[in-house]
């Protein structure tokens, strides 16, 4: 039986350690198996493996050719919490199966809206998982609504499942292609549909999808990470604008949208794809340790040791050490089995639970000059409290190094980020921001340095960079404001009230 663990408002603000930080949150996981005996489990597994990509709610739903049912399991939590009772397991029967981990950013935190999203139309059932940002949702769904339609979710995934229910289309797939027509925005999908599982990526890129396979079984996942816990082969990436239909006689491979400029997410380099995960042939933690040695290029300083903030900072941290020659060392411990909190959220409680995630190691930072590297900055909150930390500790200079550049804007395709009004470098100027966080110094890595850093694998491997004055390839919108899709006006978006 599936719970749904809800928070009153008044447990929310017991939630020390939960608050907004630095970073921005993760986004959603999708993944996807063909033709396997136990495609639960080994979905189950992938799901573990993709637990960075939301922690609110997963779900799991399978198809069973000898029954030709469909089975689902949903729940709020993380996975390890929904699939250790073998009962559950043992209900989700079949070959094929999709899931998703969930981190709420289009629409309320409820049972309701837990994906894989199910609806039986006219021509079968259909399952489907997402990950990503409809930004046309809400004038699709005013529409829709007009019309009659009725909608039980409050998740831009349901858009897709309503437009294939409106479709004359005569079978499932073009019916989900007449969906794709309509909809704009950020989006990576698998999908049951009877006896296939469907691979999407949106025509910019901007959401990632890989394809592997394990035996004769195909694998569907957001990041190769969860491969490796199966044991299944990377095959490739999934192209921008590409649909994949796998079924019993393979796999085909059409365009659902033309060809047009790729916008890969500059922030899964920086931050949100595991570091063991690969994408051209290259791992993310090789990347992250190359933005390091880029930063360290541009805004060297004299010092000490270099630190990083964990877990997020270390292989920035580790690159720069290595560019600049001055000696790394883990001077924060980070606790991994903070909970939420049952003490009363007092001000001063509240200053102090930073403590409950990170501390310092005095032996290590006493008399020290410092710097201290992370990935990213956001509304400086947790950023300005470990300066404090570091400084009490005893170093006598701390320069803060950020593996990105200053973020002024927000994402509107799938990553849940703070109004641009929150954002520390949109409420301070340079000397206002080291004034803000109490650090000796502050550097970012500029927008040209971060490129070189993940544009090509030639460039990360044989240390050749390019002069971009553009950024070809990705999208940096957080950082510079160029989104390359457009967005609705504030006002289109809030007349849906869970967005």
């Given at each position: 039986?599936?719970?749904?663990n809800?928070?009153?408002?008044?447990?929310?603000?017991?939630?020390?350690?939960?608050?907004?930080?630095?970073?921005?949150?993760?986004?959603?996981?999708?993944?996807?198996?063909?033709?396997?005996?136990?495609?639960?489990?080994?979905?189950?597994?992938?799901?573990?493996?993709?637990?960075?990509?939301?922690q609110?709610?997963?779900?799991?739903?399978?198809?069973?050719?000898?029954?030709?049912?469909?089975?689902?399991h949903?729940?709020?939590?993380?996975?390890?919490?929904?699939?250790?009772?073998?009962?559950?397991?043992?209900?989700l029967?079949?070959?094929?199966?999709?899931?998703?981990?969930?981190?709420?950013t289009?629409?309320?935190?409820?049972?309701?809206?837990?994906?894989?999203?199910?609806?039986?139309?006219?021509?079968?059932?259909?399952?489907?998982?997402?990950?990503?940002?409809?930004?046309?949702?809400?004038?699709?769904?005013?529409?829709?609504?007009?019309?009659?339609?009725?909608?039980?979710?409050?998740?831009?995934?349901?858009?897709?499942?309503?437009?294939?229910?409106k479709?004359?289309k005569?079978?499932?797939?073009?019916?989900l292609?007449?969906?794709?027509?309509?909809?704009?925005?950020?989006?990576?999908?698998?999908?049951?549909?009877n006896?296939?599982?469907?691979g999407?990526?949106?025509?910019?890129?901007?959401?990632?999808?890989?394809?592997?396979?394990?035996?004769?079984?195909?694998v569907?996942?957001?990041?190769?990470?969860?491969?490796d816990?199966?044991?299944?082969?990377?095959?490739?990436?999934?192209?921008?604008?590409?649909?994949?239909?796998?079924?019993?006689?393979?796999?085909?491979?059409?365009?659902?949208?033309?060809?047009?400029?790729?916008?890969?997410?500059?922030?899964?380099?920086?931050?949100?794809?595991?570091?063991?995960?690969?994408?051209?042939?290259?791992?993310?933690?090789?990347?992250?340790?190359?933005i390091?040695?880029?930063?360290?290029?541009?805004s060297?300083?004299?010092?000490?040791?270099v630190?990083?903030?964990?877990?997020?900072?270390?292989?920035?941290a580790?690159?720069y050490?290595?560019?600049?020659?001055?000696?790394?060392?883990?001077?924060?411990?980070?606790?991994?089995?903070v909970?939420?909190?049952?003490?009363?959220?007092?001000?001063?409680i509240?200053?102090?639970?930073?403590?409950?995630?990170?501390?310092?190691?005095?032996?290590?930072?006493?008399?020290?000059?410092?710097?201290?590297?992370?990935d990213?900055i956001?509304?400086?909150?947790?950023?300005?409290?470990?300066?404090?930390?570091?400084?009490?500790?005893?170093?006598?200079?701390?320069?803060?190094?950020?593996?990105?550049?200053?973020?002024k804007?927000?994402?509107?395709?799938?990553?849940?980020?703070?109004?641009?009004?929150?954002?520390?470098?949109?409420?301070?100027?340079h000397?206002?921001?080291?004034n803000?966080?109490?650090?000796?110094t502050?550097?970012?890595i500029?927008?040209?340095?971060?490129?070189n850093?993940?544009?090509?694998t030639?460039?990360?491997?044989?240390?050749s960079?390019?002069?971009?004055?553009?950024?070809?390839?990705?999208?940096?919108?957080?950082?510079?404001?160029?989104?390359?899709?457009e967005?609705?006006?504030?006002?289109?978006?809030?007349?849906?009230?869970?967005?």
């Amino acid at each position: 039986m599936t719970h749904q663990n809800g928070h009153s408002s008044s447990e929310k603000n017991l939630d020390i350690i939960d608050s907004p930080d630095d970073h921005f949150q993760d986004e959603c996981a999708v993944f996807g198996i063909f033709g396997t005996p136990d495609a639960a489990a080994h979905t189950a597994l992938g799901l573990h493996a993709l637990q960075h990509r939301g922690q609110s709610a997963t779900g799991i739903v399978t198809f069973d050719n000898s029954t030709a049912q469909f089975y689902t399991h949903r729940g709020m939590g993380r996975v390890s919490a929904n699939y250790h009772d073998p009962s559950v397991m043992e209900g989700l029967k079949g070959s094929s199966a999709i899931g998703h981990n969930r981190y709420a950013t289009t629409g309320e935190n409820s049972l309701r809206n837990v994906q894989p999203l199910e609806a039986d139309l006219d021509l079968g059932h259909v399952a489907i998982a997402h990950n990503g940002n409809i930004v046309n949702y809400p004038k699709l769904r005013s529409k829709l609504q007009k019309i009659g339609q009725i909608f039980h979710t409050s998740s831009d995934t349901e858009i897709v499942l309503q437009l294939m229910a409106k479709s004359l289309k005569e079978n499932l797939i073009e019916k989900l292609n007449d969906a794709l027509a309509e909809i704009v925005g950020a989006y990576a999908f698998v999908a049951l549909v009877n006896d296939s599982m469907i691979g999407i990526r949106d025509p910019n890129g901007l959401r990632p999808l890989v394809l592997g396979k394990l035996g004769e079984a195909w694998v569907l996942a957001s990041e190769t990470c969860a491969f490796d816990i199966i044991g299944a082969e990377f095959i490739r990436e999934i192209e921008a604008g590409e649909m994949v239909v796998i079924d019993q006689f393979g796999i085909k491979s059409h365009r659902h949208h033309p060809k047009t400029n790729v916008f890969n997410c500059v922030f899964e380099y920086v931050y949100f794809s595991r570091p063991d995960s690969i994408s051209d042939g290259v791992s993310f933690y090789e990347r992250r340790k190359h933005i390091g040695m880029e930063l360290a290029r541009e805004s060297h300083v004299e010092a000490d040791i270099v630190i990083p903030v964990p877990d997020s900072g270390v292989p920035a941290a580790l690159g720069y050490a290595a560019a600049s020659k001055i000696p790394f060392e883990l001077g924060i411990i980070r606790n991994h089995y903070v909970g939420r909190t049952f003490i009363e959220p007092t001000a001063q409680i509240r200053h102090l639970g930073v403590r409950l995630k990170h501390n310092a190691i005095p032996t290590i930072i006493k008399g020290k000059r410092v710097i201290l590297v992370d990935d990213s900055i956001v509304r400086g909150t947790t950023a300005k409290k470990i300066v404090r930390m570091i400084l009490d500790a005893g170093a006598t200079e701390v320069h803060l190094r950020i593996a990105s550049p200053a973020t002024k804007s927000t994402c509107h395709y799938g990553v849940d980020t703070p109004d641009e009004e929150e954002l520390l470098a949109n409420n301070y100027d340079h000397s206002g921001m080291v004034n803000y966080l109490g650090c000796t110094t502050l550097a970012f890595i500029s927008i040209e340095a971060l490129y070189n850093s993940v544009s090509t694998t030639q460039n990360l491997l044989h240390g050749s960079t390019t002069q971009q004055g553009d950024t070809p390839g990705y999208c940096f919108a957080c950082f510079n404001k160029r989104y390359p899709i457009e967005i609705p006006a504030k006002a289109d978006i809030r007349k849906f009230p869970d967005n």
